[in-house]
């Protein structure tokens, strides 16, 4: 079924991805790309414990996931893929052409961001990141959740 | 300074501060007992809020899902502490007895706290 969903979001693994987006769509795997997690064996194991034992977890650095995208678009299970901020997953987008769409799920208030919604904080340069990226034909959208409506990306610039 | 445990109840939206409310009710008053909410922080900022909550320590932190922000953020910051213990599944019942037992070692106390939660949790046959 592939990767059904490209999450951006700073919890990374937590309770809306393994329970609010994973046992409604039925997700048999996650990745996480995130090259300090990548590189923190103590902090992938933390991630693992915290997801069914029928759900796979992946670990990624920007690179490896490029890589490894058209692989896992192939798997006959549905997955999510999840960076932890704006500037990784645009990066993933550069180096993997075949992402069309990405999710704006959660990232929170720092200094320089403004609230653009309720989850979604975001500086001028995050802004205009995705606004960019939109502009190359990839959907994105902000939803926390499934059961809320999606926002496009043009409404929070 | 006390020499009794801290405890700090760390868990989505309004949890930890309906518990703490409910502790109240039935033990009157906090015992030592601290609210934390994820809402509205990433890792960062949820790390900070809960390192302030425990201060000195030593502390038993509860947390409500085994796989949340919460739990991910309680366990990274026990990892440096040997002072302080991570519990997640908090329930009523294990708050309300950890409130009476806070003069035990942490780790026993974190111990007791998951057997009289586990206990807590039946079914009710009709």
């Excluded at chain 1, 650095?61 to 500037?87: C, F, M, N, S």
Aim: glycine residues 10%; hydrophobic residues 50%.
């Amino acid at each position: 079924m592939s990767l059904v969903l490209y999450r951006i979001d700073d919890r990374l693994i937590h309770g809306q991805v393994v329970v609010g987006w994973g046992q409604r769509l039925g997700i048999g795997f996650i990745v996480l790309v995130d090259d300090g997690v990548k590189a923190n064996v103590w902090e992938q194991e933390l991630y693992r414990m915290g997801v069914p034992g029928a759900m796979d977890v992946a670990f990624a650095t920007v690179a490896e996931a490029a890589g490894h995208v058209a692989e896992w678009e192939r798997d006959p299970r549905k997955g999510i893929l999840l960076t932890g901020d704006v500037d990784t997953m645009v990066a993933l987008c550069d180096q993997a052409p075949g992402v069309r769409k990405v999710n704006l799920g959660g990232v929170h208030a720092k200094d320089g961001r403004r609230e653009r919604l309720r989850y979604v904080f975001l500086t001028d340069a995050e802004a205009a990141k995705l606004v960019a990226l939109a502009a190359r034909g990839v959907e994105v959208t902000a939803q926390d959740l499934p059961t809320t409506k999606p926002v496009p990306m043009a409404d929070l610039a | 300074m006390s020499d009794k445990l801290t405890g700090v109840v760390v868990a989505h939206s309004e949890l930890a501060a309906s518990l703490l409310a409910a502790v109240r009710a039935i033990a009157g008053d906090d015992h030592g007992l601290a609210a934390v909410s994820n809402t509205g922080c990433d890792r960062a900022a949820l790390l900070k809020s809960l390192d302030a909550a425990i201060g000195a320590g030593p502390a038993v932190v509860f947390t409500d899902m085994a796989g949340g922000s919460c739990a991910f953020t309680a366990a990274a910051l026990a990892r440096g502490r040997g002072d302080v213990r991570v519990v997640t599944g908090v329930n009523l019942a294990m708050l309300v007895d950890f409130a009476f037992h806070r003069e035990l070692p942490v780790a026993e106390a974190a111990r007791r706290a998951v057997e009289v939660g586990r206990t807590a949790v039946g079914l009710v046959e009709k």
